[in-house]
């Protein structure tokens, strides 16, 4: 989406730790979103970051950091069910934008 | 006790058609929303709606209009449908203006153009 990069696609192992990373223009920002999405599902809320620093959420944690414009989505004790996209999202200015989500891929 | 339903589930019809999309949500939401995603799996926002104030994507035709009876309904109409306007389309809704709070979303309408 419009001011929003993340990775297309990444693939990690069952039980790992995976990082999937969001950069974003800083002005007009408020704030980051990450949402999952399964293959043929609606997309859900995962965490919201306004501040900077780590939130954590069980095996999900994200982490934000506003003057460089970066967040990221670390996911612990992968399970295979963690197959899905990871889409970071936010308001610049007066419109919301998706970034186009990063396909994890878990293995066995 | 679905948050947000949308109908009809699936939608094919043919070029030249015109149609309506349907979206409900009983969570007592102010702001709904209306997104399109594409083959590429890109989720782009079309409108949201609140019962203040309209913000159009400005890249979106104005083939496409919401309609919103109510406060838990947005309805999504479509004019002249162009094969290009296959995709799903996901209504979503969440408090206040949005802006700091998550958007609960529809199970998506997949639109199939002939």
């Known amino acids: 989406g419009q001011n929003i990069d993340q990775p297309t696609e990444m693939t990690a192992t069952e039980g790992a730790i995976v990082q999937i990373n969001c950069t974003y223009q800083?002005?007009?920002?408020?704030?980051l979103f990450w949402y999952q999405q399964h293959a043929g599902e609606a997309p859900t809320f995962l965490s919201y970051?306004?501040?900077?620093g780590l939130e954590e959420k069980g095996r999900f944690s994200s982490f934000l950091s506003r003057s460089k414009g970066y967040s990221y989505l670390l996911l612990k004790e992968l399970q295979m069910k963690d197959s899905a996209s990871y889409l970071c999202a936010g308001y610049n200015f007066n419109k919301f934008y998706f970034g186009s989500g990063t396909k994890l891929n878990v293995k066995p | 006790d679905t948050a947000v339903s949308q109908t009809p589930k699936y939608l094919v019809t043919q070029m030249g058609n015109d149609k309506s999309i349907k979206c409900e949500q009983n969570l007592g939401h102010d702001t709904m929303y209306w997104y399109k995603q594409d083959s590429k799996k890109f989720l782009k926002i079309m409108f949201s709606y609140n019962n203040k104030e309209l913000i159009i994507n400005e890249t979106v035709p104005n083939r496409f209009s919401p309609k919103s009876p109510d406060k838990a309904h947005l309805n999504l109409h479509i004019n002249s449908l162009e094969l290009g306007d296959s995709a799903v389309y996901f209504c979503a809704s969440s408090q206040g203006d949005g802006r700091n709070q998550p958007q609960h979303f529809g199970d998506g309408t997949r639109l199939s153009i002939l």
């Open positions: 970051n306004v501040l900077d």
């Open positions: 800083t002005s007009g920002f408020n704030g």
